[in-house]
């Protein structure tokens, strides 16, 4: 029998598609800023293939500050609720109960969060109160002091344990374990090895007995590894990541470029 996530079929790996409607996020920040703009890029990311639309209102670059709640949620609500008007599977990007509650009475399906639903302590009773999934995510530190940290002994062995803990009190406060799923947080305080170690663990981390979710595409660790500044010129490498973290049991992959994404994985996919 097929594992199913929110609803969603894991007979194949599945694409998130990223829709950041900020000023300041590290790869496309400014560019969706009006809604219009923001919802016909997601409804083009479907047609391209994207399974689930991330909206994001808040930038999570490292040394980015923290936005009002209000400020968040006027950017992301126009987009979620266009789009799942649209009957498309959106997910909300966000540590806030506030903005989580708003997008999920608008038709949102997940709450993807960043502090794996750590920052706000009414974000784990609302996710538990309704049935929307969730996408817990390891962080070390805050975005404003760069996610600065001690090194890890077994950078695998400690994401997995800290995520192992964070489902099962999820499953704890009443989620299913259909509803979630788990991502290593790619980029947020880790070192390039450690981020190249963690791609290569996505097996032992899906061992955890959840739906693994990487999301590396553009990030800086692929311009220190490449020499390529501009996020926007870092494709290639985050589509060749994509398909390496498919290969290597993630069941989601957060990306920038859906359609090149989409063909990889199609070829990876029939190769295997």
Not at 186 to 208: C, D, M, Q
Not at 250 to 269: E, G, N, P, W, Y
Request: proline share 6%.
């Amino acid at each position: 029998m097929t594992a199913a996530y929110a609803g969603i079929l894991l007979d194949r790996p599945r694409l998130m598609a990223i829709v950041n409607v900020t000023p300041d996020s590290f790869s496309d920040g400014g560019e969706r800023l009006d809604p219009a703009r923001a919802i016909d890029d997601g409804l083009r990311f479907v047609s391209e293939g994207a399974d689930i639309v991330d909206v994001g209102g808040e930038s999570t670059r490292p040394g980015s500050k923290p936005t009002p709640a209000e400020e968040e949620l006027k950017r992301v609500l126009p987009v979620v609720a266009a789009l799942a008007r649209q009957q498309v599977v959106v997910s909300v990007d966000t540590r806030r109960a506030a903005v989580a509650r708003a997008c999920l009475d608008a038709g949102a399906r997940i709450v993807n969060d960043v502090s794996a639903l750590r920052d706000d302590p009414d974000l784990l009773p609302l996710v538990a109160s309704t049935d929307a999934a969730v996408v817990l995510m390891h962080r070390r530190g805050r975005p404003q002091d760069k996610y600065e940290g001690p090194a890890y002994a077994d950078v695998v062995e400690d994401v997995r344990r800290f995520l192992r803990e964070c489902a099962l009190a999820c499953e704890a406060a009443g989620i299913s374990p259909t509803r979630i799923a788990l991502d290593p947080g790619i980029g947020f305080g880790k070192s390039v090895p450690e981020n190249l170690t963690l791609v290569a663990g996505v097996g032992r981390l899906a061992e955890v007995g959840y739906p693994v979710v990487i999301g590396a595409s553009r990030k800086g660790f692929i311009g220190k590894l490449t020499g390529v500044g501009d996020p926007r010129d870092r494709d290639p490498a985050s589509v060749w990541l994509a398909v390496e973290a498919t290969r290597r049991g993630a069941a989601i992959v957060r990306v920038h470029d859906v359609a090149a994404t989409r063909q990889a994985l199609a070829v990876s996919m029939a190769m295997r």
